[in-house]
């Protein structure tokens, strides 16, 4: 086991309770600590991952898997990335349960690049596409889509702020396909349906992938970033059906075809090698909890405390319609919005970080994605029940 970079780094300072610090005792690093406090991390994404994920990671910064070299710096080629590629590709197909049809890729870019990638592949020029309209993610996505065809936006809930996810919609025939985001991350609501129709199904799910039990192989094209429940930002998972493919007319640039990358095992060109290891990781700690069945169930139960929490209060409110809570992204405001702030102070002293809304929404938004403990969820709902007002 040799260390090649005992004393080029710096002095830093590190949160105690985030790594174990054994990890580094043998790179001669002068770590000190700066807080005892717990962390409670509700971030929207980039967002907390399994601190035994963070452990491993930085593990194969320094060594991978006892190589003695770092994971930054090994070939994509070698045998040794190829098998981070196979494993993490295989543990998708498993932990989604993916048919044969169903091809998984890590591509660059982040769900941004999708918004284009979909309709380039899949959308000729004269032909029309649906989108529902649930949100900024899903505006945007509609706004690349136009780029390459027609968009049909089969449905809308902007003018309530994107406070509820429609149902009461029809999908025109000749729509090449169907586009959901599947969870909204920004306004907390979320598909609880998902839309039956003769049409291909497409979901953005960057915000929910994971996190519940669907029937994946009835969609025909899934993506998501990963940095919000998989991974570090800076891959994509795309679970496409090849039969869907190869159906435009247009000349598609050789990077954003997804034939090539499905043709080279998601190797194309170089991936993004970090952040799929990290995946790698975060899917292989996925499993060892029990799978996407098992961490739905503690998805629920946490979604359950916490709104029951807000619910339950005269100072707080939920933002969206009851039956389309996100179970990923909990948005709440207080009655008193001058009380807010002392609000924030309050769960920030006890160590809580990340709640503070979206200012589309305003008030707060707690991330209770498949990494966050039930632990800390307890925290902010006591929080909740023993907030007193200021000066009221
Ligand atoms: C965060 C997010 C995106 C944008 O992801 P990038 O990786 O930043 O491009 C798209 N869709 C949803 C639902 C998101 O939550």
């Known amino acids: 086991m ?117 309709p380039m592949n899949l959308l000729d020029d004269k032909e029309t596409s649906a989108y529902t309209d649930t949100g900024v993610w899903s505006a945007k996505a509609i706004k690349e889509a136009r780029l390459f065809g027609k968009v049909d936006i089969v449905c809308s809930s902007k003018e309530s702020n994107y406070t509820f996810i429609p149902t009461d919609f029809a999908v025109p025939n000749d729509a090449k396909y169907l586009h959901i985001t599947s969870n909204n991350t920004i306004y907390g609501t979320q598909w609880q349906k998902i839309p039956k129709t003769s049409n291909s199904l497409v ?3 960057s915000s929910d992938i994971f996190s519940r ?10 993506y998501a970033g990963a940095q919000k429940n998989m991974g570090p930002a800076g891959v994509n998972l795309v679970v496409v059906n090849k ?26 060109n170089t991936p993004p090698v970090f952040a799929v290891y990290v995946c790698l990781l975060t ?20 979604a359950a405390l916490l709104y029951a929490a807000i619910d339950d209060s005269i100072l707080f409110n939920g933002t969206a319609k009851k039956s389309d809570r996100s179970k990923m992204n909990v948005c709440f405001v207080m009655t008193d919005k001058s009380q807010e702030e002392a609000f924030l102070q309050f769960t920030k002293s006890h160590g809580i970080v990340g709640i503070k809304g979206h200012r589309l929404v305003g008030g707060f938004r707690a ?3 498949n990494a966050l ?4 969820v307890d925290l902010l709902t006591e929080l909740i029940k023993t907030f007193t007002p200021t000066n009221a």
């Open 2 to 118: 040799a260390f090649r970079h005992n004393n080029d780094w710096p002095a830093r300072t590190i949160k105690a309770d985030w790594f174990d610090l054994g990890i580094f005792a043998s790179t001669k690093i002068n770590y000190q600590l700066i807080s005892m406090t717990a962390i409670h991390n509700f971030n929207a994404g980039p967002s907390i991952l399994p601190k035994t994920v963070f452990e491993e990671a930085a593990k194969a910064v320094l060594n991978f898997n006892d190589t003695g070299l770092s994971i930054l710096e090994i070939g994509h080629r070698t045998h040794i990335f190829q098998d981070v590629m196979d494993e993490a590709r295989a543990l998708v197909k498993e932990l989604m349960q993916l048919d044969e049809e169903h091809d998984v890729l890590f591509l660059h870019g982040g769900a941004s690049t999708q918004f284009m990638q979909v």
């Open 203 to 205: 979901a953005d799910m």
């Open 213 to 222: 039990v669907l029937d994946f192989n009835a969609f025909d094209l899934i």
């Open 243 to 268: 039969n869907i493919l190869g159906k435009v007319k247009r000349q598609i640039p050789t990077i954003m075809d997804y034939r090539n990358h499905i043709r080279e095992g998601s190797m194309l």
């Open 283 to 302: 899917l292989r700690w996925l499993k060892a909890q029990g799978g996407v069945a098992a961490i739905e169930k503690l998805n629920h139960e946490k």
């Open 367 to 369: 991330s209770l994605y």
């Open 373 to 376: 403990p039930l632990s800390s």
